[in-house]
């Protein structure tokens, strides 16, 4: 309808990048159009689903939770498997680290699209970049592209998914979150791979973020905070 108001509907992990990402997501379609999901999916770290609602709170959005731990059930990988521990380097066979969960972003926008489908939301945002160290497959823009597709198609709706961060470096990433107001909301988000508050500092992930900071030339909040 003419005159309707863009609703958006952000998959908030409680990470750094999901996180700006809600920020961006304010920034262009208002607080008020603004809500957030956020997967229990048997995730080893329970405190990605604390910050995630944290985050929300501070930014002023709805989060809502939502169970699907059929991930924890097929195991294989340390996010979900407290038995496997998160390596630094990449699997020789596959070229991928043992923190990749097979389609676990495939998996998020599906229900996300769903979820939105019966709110009339008709926006998605989420926080995967193919610059991302990892190279996770189910981050990269063709492997977006095709799912909406695929859900518009199976939906008969015209979702769109936004990937603000999709061709950013961490330190792009860090000066956007600046540049959005998002740094205070910082200090309420989680990162580390072996789930540590504060963060272990040694894992890919922490390294990672140590890393867009630096070269940003910004203090990371959660340090600060901590």
């Known amino acids: 309808m003419a005159g309707e108001i863009e609703k958006a509907l952000v998959v908030l992990s409680g990470g750094q990048d999901s996180t700006t990402c809600l920020y961006w997501a304010i920034d262009r379609f208002g607080l008020d159009?603004?809500?957030?999901?956020?997967?229990?999916?048997?995730?080893?770290?329970?405190?990605?689903l604390e910050c995630a609602q944290?985050?929300?709170?501070?930014?002023?959005?709805?989060?809502?939770?939502l169970p699907i731990?059929?991930?924890?059930?097929?195991?294989?990988d340390a996010l979900t498997d407290p038995g496997i521990d998160v390596e630094q380097d990449v699997d020789a066979d596959t070229g991928l680290p043992n923190t990749f969960v097979p389609g676990r972003n495939l998996v998020f926008l599906t229900f996300a699209a769903a979820y939105a489908w019966q709110r009339d939301i008709g926006?998605?945002?989420?926080?995967?970049a193919q610059t991302d160290y990892s190279g996770y497959p189910d981050c990269r823009e063709g492997t977006i592209t095709a799912l909406q597709h695929s859900l518009r198609l199976g939906m008969e709706s015209e979702?769109?998914?936004?990937?603000?961060?999709?061709?950013?470096?961490?330190?792009?990433?860090?000066?956007?979150?600046?540049?959005?107001?998002?740094?205070p909301a910082m200090a309420y988000t989680h990162t580390c791979y072996n789930g540590k508050r504060p963060p272990c500092g040694v894992?890919?992930?922490?390294?990672?973020?140590?890393?867009g900071f630096a070269e940003a030339g910004i203090e990371d909040p959660l340090l600060a905070a901590q």
């Open 54 to 65: 944290r985050v929300a709170e501070f930014a002023g959005v709805e989060n809502v939770i």
């Open 203 to 211: 894992c890919p992930a922490c390294e990672l973020r140590a890393k």
């Open 159 to 183: 979702i769109t998914i936004h990937t603000p961060l999709m061709h950013l470096s961490k330190r792009e990433t860090v000066e956007l979150a600046r540049d959005l107001d998002a740094l």
């Open 123 to 128: 926006h998605l945002v989420t926080g995967v």
């Open 33 to 48: 159009a603004v809500s957030t999901i956020t997967f229990d999916y048997g995730q080893r770290h329970r405190i990605e």
């Open 69 to 76: 731990d059929t991930f924890a059930a097929l195991g294989g």
